[in-house]
């Protein structure tokens, strides 16, 4: 692979969030030593570096929930060439938007925070490129990494987790009465969950060509209850124009 003679400078920041997605890119090891041989990395704060004013890509993991966050996020826009939304946090609000909901099912009534509320990145800046998923996919921080050091633009996936699940020849969780939300979800997570059993939830926000309406029918005609997809889909799917 033959990378941009000079050295990309890149920025890590975390805004709210449990910086889960940061673990993962951690969590690519030796790979991450390769990448990091090809790029200048001049600001993050879980590894203690700070080092550079401008930056040409800033990779930004949490939502915006306050007026300070949204002010920081501000100023890395400014300051760099490209932003990266990284992770359900930053891409759609994250778990952080469920306290902006109501609570039906206890009887005890919850107080709104009402002083801060989760947004993502894109409400605020302009976004270049997005990672999805809580956490992000080792696989697509890679291929983000790679079109950056080749200077290529990042594209992500636009097709639905039933994609990814008719590849594995997975049986179908709606079929067996599982209120599953791949087929409005955005693919990319190789059917990590349906692949073991496990109902889609949609951690990565909504395919592109994401039908609500259509999928609530056919759990409707399969017998399977609608206010746990109605809540799955508000934890993780509010926000954003991704």
Partial sequence: MSV???KLKIGIFSLSSCEGCLVQMLNLEDYLLEIFENLSLVECRILGVKNGDE???AIVEGAVMSDD???RLAKIRQKSKILVAFGDCACHGGKF???????????TKLPRTGKFRAYPLDKYVKVDYYVFGCPVDKGEVLDLFKDLLLGRIHVSKSY???????????ACLLDLGIPCL??????????????VGRECIG????AEDANIESLISIMK???IEIPEYLYNLQKYARGGST
């Fill in 55 to 57: 930056i040409d890509v």
């Fill in 97 to 107: 938007i469920v306290k902006d909901f109501d609570v039906e099912e206890i009887d």
């Fill in 4 to 6: 941009k003679k000079d």
């Fill in 160 to 170: 639905n987790v039933c994609a990814e699940c008719i590849l594995r020849e997975n």
């Fill in 221 to 223: 005609e399969k017998g």
């Fill in 182 to 195: 791949g087929p409005i979800t955005r693919g990319g997570c190789k059917a990590a969950c349906p692949s």
């Fill in 203 to 206: 951690c990565r926000g909504l």
């Fill in 69 to 71: 966050e949204e002010k």
